[in-house]
Nanobody, 117 residues
Framework: VQLQASGGGLVQAGGSLRLSCAAS????????MGWYRQAPGKQRELVAT???????NYADSVKGRFTISRDNAKNTVYLQMNNLKPEDTAVYYC????????????WGQGTLVTVSS
């Protein structure tokens, strides 16, 4: 399975970005998917998940600002990030998840999001 995240960049606080993660080598529509992030010097954290039935869940730190969605026809999961804050600065990754919410695949390069104050 290959997961390619893209869409990161430099944005001012209060701005928006939309990240994409294209998957290949898997039956994407049945996958439980998640977006993670890792800030410098910190552990990787799970910020949003979406089930095959499109039930979503969010970390408290991003709730109300981030929206995860999926397009099964394009084998892609998205993360719409609004009202970005400097503390959202991190490398963002996507991954498939087990039913218990654990990551399945090896980590790719991710996509860097930098929010300036």
């Amino acid at each position: 399975v290959q997961l390619q995240a893209s869409g990161g960049g430099l944005v001012q606080a209060g701005g928006s970005l939309r990240l994409s993660c294209a998957a290949s080598g898997t039956i994407f529509s049945i996958n439980f998917m998640g977006w993670y992030r890792q800030a410098p010097g910190k552990q990787r954290e799970l910020v949003a998940t979406i089930t095959s039935g499109e039930t979503t869940n969010y970390a408290d730190s991003v709730k109300g600002r981030f929206t995860i969605s999926r397009d099964n026809a394009k084998n892609t999961v998205y993360l719409q990030m609004n009202n970005l804050k400097p503390e959202d600065t991190a490398v963002y990754y996507c991954n498939r998840l087990t039913h218990q919410g654990r990551s399945i695949d090896s980590w790719g390069q991710g996509t860097l999001v930098t929010v300036s104050s």
